[in-house]
């Protein structure tokens, strides 16, 4: 048995030829935003991750960019994935929050109203309460047996 070969029973190992495809991965994502405040200078962000791609571009889309990205297609072309319009966002956001603060201004106004109706209302009938518990208290008169004559018309027997 020599060095170069231990096993000489055995059929030395070949390795075979892959048929895998050994080209540079290509799949590449380039996000580009651009900011009304300074359009000449636009924000190009490359990634290979896909997730990252997108939270790139929601990123930059709340701070207010106008988001393109770019899907790499190999051999340095690119085909636009998907655009965020951002101020767009901004802007029904701050609509949707302006109707949420009018909304719950509305709902607390009403819930003051109907809390005063309420306490106006509980007011009144405990002034109610109040008068028929000093009328229950007092005692009765008797009207008739004081003497007076208050009819203009009074019988014989009476008199």
């Not at 359009?39 to 990123?59: E, G, W």
């Not at 709340?62 to 998907?82: C, D, I, K, L, M």
């Not at 109203?113 to 009328?135: G, I, V």
């Not at 008739?144 to 203009?152: P, T």
Request: proline share 5%.
């Amino acid at each position: 048995m020599t060095s170069r070969r231990k096993h000489p029973e055995r059929a030395p190992h070949r390795r075979r030829a892959s048929t895998k495809d050994h080209t540079k991965n290509n799949s590449g994502y380039r996000i580009t935003g651009s900011w009304d405040q300074h359009p000449d200078r636009p924000a190009i962000k490359p990634t290979q991750d896909r997730k990252a791609a997108r939270r790139i571009a929601r990123n930059m889309a709340e701070q207010g960019a106008y988001v393109v990205v770019e899907e790499h297609n190999g051999h340095g072309r690119w085909s636009t994935w998907f655009e965020v319009d951002g101020p767009a966002l901004l802007a029904e956001r701050r609509a949707a929050e302006e109707e949420q603060r009018r909304r719950t201004a509305e709902e607390r106004h009403r819930a003051e109203q109907e809390e005063t109706a309420r306490r106006d209302a509980a007011e009144k009938s405990e002034r109610e309460r109040a008068s028929l518990a000093r009328l229950m208290v007092r005692p009765p008169v008797a009207r008739g047996q004081c003497g007076r004559r208050d009819a203009r018309h009074v019988t014989g027997a009476q008199r």
